[in-house]
């Protein structure tokens, strides 16, 4: 049927393997069953034929089938991508990425007969629960799935922009239905965090009952998910509000659960002559103001090499809260946008943006409640990385290490751009047994793999100067031992090791015995997860991290005095910035480093 | 199961738990079953009660188990009472407590749901769907209203779900439906939207010919149209043709309103609407201009609705194509985003793409596709995003070279930079492959994107003619060398890059692809691989290239030679472990060889190989293997040998069900043997004497019953008297007297004689002879060989065996049944002492006579096996039986063969026994090792001279015991005398003569007889006398004289006597000695009066018993 975008089932499992919660849709069911039986009819004449699995697996079933993939694809998500251990008909054998996302089982049923095929099933992972969702698509899309495992091609997805074959990735986007409003309920915790340093009176964050943050909590902190049960009710209601048929209508949990406990009253007159959107359905009363928050988060990968550039890249956000009557519009021009080398932009759906140049006219935007990121980006740094230097790590023995920082922080940073502190870490695959050498400022600590630096503590902000930090030092192993587990590296390979034979005459063409190391330490490498850029174990680093105030360092800011507000009404803008380090690496300059080329954009 | 229904569930903890096994499904759930009808109602009246807060989870229990909960037999009652109560719940004041907005929606939802899923229009009157509506509607119908405005909008979504279970349901109050619509203006406006825009999109797909303005019909009571319960819902009998105008203005009103929706909304809407602007021809760019910021936003959803209005309205949407790849390419690098929808958005991307290669604009083609440039993966893209990134690169520069191929022109991607080297850079992301463990995630992302490259886009599917092309293209030569140098550069690669391969051969369509790569490899590595420890890393490709037909071996055979040399040299105390390991791996190559390729294209280099191991190497389970493949290797036809080596994988071209079970992968010997197949064993399976008998029919068969092993002891009884006596007296040492030396110092029994020179030299003439004699009580005794063929009839095997119809198919060679591992034990009553088994590796069957005269050997993979012999020959074992004899005696010996068949089973059982005649025993007297070469004649005819006086009955020699070789045993001569008149013409005995005694004749006498046999050629080397005189012997001559006889006798005198006495023969031609020796310790002389017409042959020997068989003998030899 066109236009259906519906969920025939979810499931959400736990740690054990166990259904913890499920849902299923009858008449979404009613749905699938006719589309199989017209799809049964149309393909008689098909030469191949399958009978899709037209009924739901009970939760036994399920879970039964979960633990199976999850044997045959080595874990939850799987390989992903086809592997030597991968399987014919298995999702990693397709060797797409998305089957770490889009998943399939087999539901054994004895008195079927066969495995039947369920398909696809959107994967989300969130703490210990692992959340299943069931899209309704074609019925032809699940065979052409089985058919394309059949012929061994690799097409997980298709053509999935091609017209009518749009189905599956609706799925996917809803996926997070569940997870998904649980991460931007962090999400939101986090601007409350920012803007906390002044008192905000929040009464429709307030508003949000302690249901949705048991959930949010539950799914979203692992620790506290063991003494908690699954807050069954708190789903259900969500459910039966957001997608009463398993049709998607608003997954925005902080509005579904406002209705749900306050609910409405006479006094919620709507709007004279405009409707109310949707995702608004209260209407802010009381002292209006209006929050921004430019949130930016660096990553930097450091070579001090001359064949490799140094990459900063910023990827920053604009938090918004607007506490404003009614349904006004707010717009401003972004200053330094244009200035600044933006990469990409993207809004809220709240926000109007104009078809030509965004860069130059202002944004519209109709704010929704509560705290919302209006505006994502990636840039380049404007100005210089504020931690620039580099790390030499050397081995001059089996089991020590000589190394060496220096490092200039700030440089070319100005007030009100302050630091507020910067650690930088080395951590370590071989344990530390001892460290040597003192820093030129800050406090140094090691723990079992990792040493850490503290050159700036908290409360102690670097502003308006730059200093320059070095820290020369050994470090010292503890005695190289084979740390490979032999069961996991020979599921892996599949085959025992039979390298032995080559080992004196490779340590012999050592060139030093830096490379020699690097050749043992790469033995024990177990593959990382597709999640990962690189498999980390397999490189010298230091990683810094630091929090900047004051500014954002893409060079994107607001003017507080263009905002304005339509109906025009006077409210204070407040605005505030910081800069959070991400992946902030130094590679070490003696050692191997991952590396990659950057295309102009 | 419970054979008592569970009780009633009452409380709401009761209920849970039956929630639980409801849903939990199989035996729990079905414990419940008995309850079904009445669960619902228990269920429904708990949904009343006041105090239950178990409410709304029993309430989406019956929702989603209401194919269960309601029955066909009593579904129309719980219909109503779920109505009934939805209208009680509904109506009832909200008290906070019991009564909430929750459970009023929850009702809602779930009584629509269960409406809607036990299709209560068709089994039940449409009375309940009507009555539900009705209700709903009575919900709706108060817009703006305060409290209630989210249920509401769940009442909405509830007549929309109902509208869309029986579309055009609402259609005939639509008008008052858009009337609603236009006054709502809360959050549930949304709601309310989607269900006109839901009624108008059934109207319009049904085309029903309807106003929508019209408000006339009232809203309720509703009616239940017709439309739905006519049998043709076609929308019959409404009129013809929808109303545009009406439409078109409710599309405008429905247009104005897409900010008032949630992300999710709108693609619900967006869904509804673009089937409606292409049946009511709205312009797409409409909607573009109204829409097509979506793509801005960074919910996925909204990119999604853009994406799908694109597919829909391309045409509108051109011009507009950058800004989508540009957005995609944002999602993609947009930190913050799901990585889900990061990675959706490539694939979004390439799907966009590939349909752009497709239907786009040429113009545009290689603009759009050159942002495809763009995507490299970043540094801290995770590996899956990477992955991807390197998916649509690899696309990328196959479209490019696509478009080169259109446009001819030779075209360069970005600023002055080859495909290769785009491609070059994307992959230095994750170049680490080339050192991190070949297991590395690194490393599988590189090589799927080779893959991804050869075999082209995953999401194109490439015509074969672009793959030809890609195989032309600078692709694929930098990709090929990129892999040598790989292979040679970074060892720990192999294992990927021999995956890598696998993975193209094991695909139907890149198979020849794979073969290419592999025949490159060939090519390429061997030159540049340096011989030492390290080669072995390459062995898994070497078994790959091994593997393959389509790569002549002799490269890589040359290579495993040298290295098998390498390692010869370097052996030492340290490096036993290597050279054992290296050099299994090696034959492990060779076997992988001889299991895929014809043998004769390997013979010689393989051959090479294995001699070369055989000999020298160090290791001794090496040389073994090598020598047992190299036995099979010259045994064994082709296919046979793949079938054998073969350890239990598919085989190309060989028919697998007749090497499934081969011989290494069968259960170890399998004692189960099939005793009606073998027991008619010999019918098929034949042992044969190369050179039949002359004796036909033996007589010895007497002596078959008796008990083998122990005949020493068992003598007597059932042998006839000779056979006894006989044995007796071996064994009595009364001739043959064999004692130790010990006994013999005892007992001094040889007697002194006076004796004359010519006696004495007689006995230094025995003595010499029997001193040559090797007496097997200590020594190995002499060995007599009775070589046979072994052979069987592929024809009955296989008739006998069962229909082996899978051979059929086969052809020539390849049909015919073998045998392997044959063992054949022999045994014989006769004293003949063990008989040492014999072992044939190998055997073909007989192909029935008509099928190999055409057949012949032209089919056999081992040319070199079969040149020189016959065809027939090529389903022979040569066998020699080979024994030695105690006594001379004929006998028979019994064969017992064991083999295996192909499937691994053991056939085993008697063959016919293989009769040993006389003449098996015959043989050359043995000689010192002393004599001279020329002086062997006169040597032998000392010898016959010395027996033939010793044999005679007035021997002086009689009490003279001859030590034997060893010095431990002695023999004494106990001579006996016997005559036979042959009545054959001396033609005819010369003739059978030099056939069958000619390595016997010691001397011939008499010139005529000379003359006739010496022009024979045949007899050479022996002593030839002219004198007449010779031919003087009688049967009647005394010893002396006999003994004497070349000396004394006339020729006149014999001539009388023989004329005289025998009365044969006109004239005598001559005399033709023969002298035979019999292991393991007698001899037989014979000495051949020819005459014209007959023959008289005097006859001695020292061991009685065989002159009858020496009789029986002559006649066969001469007289048939």
Redesign the interface.
Known sequence: ?????SIRALWILNNLDA?VF??????V???WRAACQSENESSENDSVKYTVFSSL?????LAAAFSDRKTREGSVRG??????QSKEGSDSWV????T??IAGFYINREEEGEDNLLWPLALHIKGPYCILILPLVEPRHVKAYTRVWAF????A???????DV?DP??I?????SVG?LL?SLTGSIGITGISRAKPVAAPVASSVPSGAAAIGALASDIPKSGSRLLD??AL??FI??SM??G??????YSNIFS??AN??????????D????????YLYKGKQRLLFTIHE?L?A?MYDRDEIAD?L?V?G?INCRAELEGLPDVSFPLTGVGTSKI???????????P?RN?YKQALVF?PPLGNF?LM?Y?ATCSLGPPVKGFYQLSMVSEDEGAFLFKLRLMEGYKSPLTMEFCNLTMPFPRRILSLDGTPSIGTVSNAEHSVEWKIITSGRGLSGKSIEATFPGTVRFAPWQSQRSTSF?SV??G?TDD?S??EP?NANNMVNIEEFL?EKM??D?P?????????WL?YNYAKASFKIVGASISGVSIDPKSVSIYPTIKVPVELSSQVTS??YILWNTLG?C???????? | MAEKPPPKPVSPRDWESLTEDF????A??EKWSCLYPSLAELALSSILKKEFPFK??LV?FL??F??LLFPSNSISSLLDRLIEDLRTTVQSPIDGAHVN??LK??MM?ST???L??T?SVETVEVRCTAALVELLLAVINRP?H?????ARA?AC??LR?LE??YPCLLSGIAGHLWSLCQS????????YI?LLTTVI?SIVSRKLSISILNAAVPLIPFNFPQWILGPEKEGSGIGIGLNYKELRRAMAFLLE?P??????????FM??IM?LAVALDLQPSMLK?QF???I???????C?VV??M???FSEAFNEKEKEIVR?L???S?????????R??SV??LM??L??FMEHGVEMEKKSIIKMG????????????????KLDLLAFCSICMDALKAQSGSDMIVGEGKSVVKLFQ??L?????FK???H????T??AF?TLHKLLIGS??SEADPSATNKLMESAFYSHLKGMLIDMILEF??LV?VIV?FVD?LL??QKHHWLGERLLQTMDENLHPRVVI???I??YFLIFDRIAENQTIPPRKLLGLLTKFMAFLVEKHGPDTCG?SW??GTKVLGICRTMLTHHQSSRLFLGISRLLAFTCLYFPDLEVRDHARSYLRMLICVPGLKLRGMLNLGEQLLGVSPSSHSESFFSMQSPQQYQDPKKSRNISLYIHLERMIPLLVKQSWSLSLLPLGIGNKSKSFGGIRDSEASIDERELDASIPLRITSGDERVDKPWVPLYVMDSKVSEILEVLRRHFSCIPDFRHMAGIRIKIPCNLRFDSESFNHVRGGESPKSRLHGVEALPALYATVLKFSSPAPYGSIQSCHIPFLLGQPPMSDYIHDETASLDIDATYVGSGEEEAYKAPVAIEFEPREPTPGLVDVFIETYVEDGQIICGKLQSIKVGIEDLFLKAITPPDIPEDALPDYYLDVFNALWDACSSTSNTGREAFILKGGKGAAAINGTRSVKLLDIPADALVHATEHYLAPFIVSVTGEHLVDMVKYGGIVRDIVWKEEAFGLLLDANTSASELNRMPLQLTFTENEDERGSELAIGKRSMGCIDILIFLPPMFHILLQMQVSDVSTLVQIRTDHWPCLAYIDEYLEALFLT
């Open positions: 049927m066109a236009g259906d975008c259904v499920s849902r299923r849709f009858p008449a069911e009613k749905r697996p009970s939760d036994s079933e390989f992903g991508i086809r592997v030597s060797d797409d990425p998305i770490r996302h061994m091609v690799a097409h997805i298709g053509d999935i922009i091609t017209g749009a990735e609706v996917v986007s809803q996926s997070p998904g991460d069954k009710d259900r209601s039966s509000s009463p048929f049709t998607p209508l608003d997954l925005s209705i749900k609910g409405f009253s006479s006094l919620d007159i709507p709007p004279q405009l409707k109310q959107p949707a995702w608004k359905p988060t990553h990968a990459s890249s990827s956000q990469e990409t932009l993207s809004f809220h759906p709240c926000a109007q943006v078809e965004v109709s990121v994502r990636q590296r892996l390979e085959t390298d034979d080559n005459e690097v790469n033995k490498l593959p990382v997860d597709l999640e990962e850029p690189f498999n397999a991400g992946d191997k991952p590396s990659a080329v950057n295309a102009e954009v | 849903r939990h499904g199989g729990r759930r709304i989870p989406i929702d989603e209401s194919h907005y929750a929606e929850q939802v629509t749901s269960i809607i899923s299709n703006n305060g409290p209630d405005r989210h769940i979504e509830c779900e869309k279970a709502e203006r809360t959050h549930a406006s949304q709601s989607l999109y309103w900010r008032v929706l949630t992300p999710c909304g709108m693609m619900v869904r509804m089937p201009v097509f910021g979506m801005n936003s960074f919910h996925p959803v909204l999604h994406l799908i694109y597919s829909q957005r390419l944002f999602v690098l947009e930190m913050q985003q799901y990585l889900v929808f990675l959706l694939h979004w799907g966009f590939n349909r440039f763009m995507f490299y993966p970043h540094l801290f893209d995770p590996l899956s995003l990477k992955a991807i850079d994307g230095i992301s994750v170049s680490a050192w991190l463990p297991w590395s995630t690194e599988t992302v799927r995953p999401h060892q720990r294992p995956a993975r094991g695909c030492d420890y390290r072995v890393s290597k390991s290296h």
